[in-house]
């Protein structure tokens, strides 16, 4: 569903995933899938404070951004590998997606979207009308 290409899309998203950058903290990993007439995708943020969540929809462009706070520079880390910062992520949904109908859930670190298909991209079917009588009418020459 997503409409851009770039051939180096997924190693700038493994890179960003792997080792991030000081400006901006590895990508929040992301599954998505159709089942039936709903669009679904799960971003893992896990520790996230729901209320950091923000989700805006601008024409057929879904930004989710979510902030994990910085470390206490007091504590005395043994091991800090989580990222933290802001997070931003931007998905192209296609023009075949309900952008007006999006429903989110952030659940046990999980962030679910839903977008239902939108009613004319739906799979319909056409009455074929049957005249019983055909008006044909000869050509003359």
């Given at each position: 569903?997503?409409?851009r290409?770039?051939?180096?899309?997924?190693?700038?998203?493994?890179?960003?995933?792997?080792f991030?950058?000081?400006?901006?903290?590895?990508?929040?990993?992301?599954?998505?899938?159709?089942?039936?007439?709903?669009?679904?995708?799960?971003?893992d943020?896990?520790?996230?404070?729901?209320?950091?969540?923000?989700?805006?929809?601008?024409?057929?462009?879904?930004?989710?951004?979510?902030?994990?706070?910085?470390?206490?520079?007091?504590?005395?880390?043994?091991?800090?590998?989580?990222?933290?910062?802001?997070?931003?992520?931007?998905?192209?949904?296609?023009?075949?997606?309900?952008?007006?109908?999006?429903?989110?859930?952030?659940?046990?670190?999980?962030?679910r979207?839903?977008?239902?298909?939108?009613?004319?991209?739906?799979?319909?079917?056409?009455?074929?009308?049957?005249?019983?009588?055909?008006?044909?009418?000869?050509?003359?020459?």
């Amino acid at each position: 569903m997503l409409m851009r290409t770039d051939p180096f899309r997924d190693l700038d998203r493994l890179t960003q995933q792997v080792f991030g950058t000081p400006a901006r903290p590895a990508a929040m990993p992301m599954d998505a899938w159709r089942d039936g007439d709903e669009f679904f995708v799960e971003f893992d943020l896990p520790g996230i404070d729901p209320d950091s969540l923000d989700l805006d929809v601008e024409r057929n462009v879904v930004t989710v951004k979510a902030s994990r706070p910085q470390l206490d520079q007091s504590r005395s880390m043994i091991a800090a590998e989580r990222s933290r910062g802001v997070f931003s992520r931007q998905l192209f949904l296609g023009e075949n997606l309900d952008t007006d109908a999006i429903r989110a859930d952030y659940r046990d670190g999980v962030l679910r979207l839903t977008v239902p298909v939108a009613e004319k991209a739906k799979p319909r079917k056409i009455e074929v009308i049957r005249s019983e009588t055909a008006d044909r009418q000869a050509i003359n020459a």
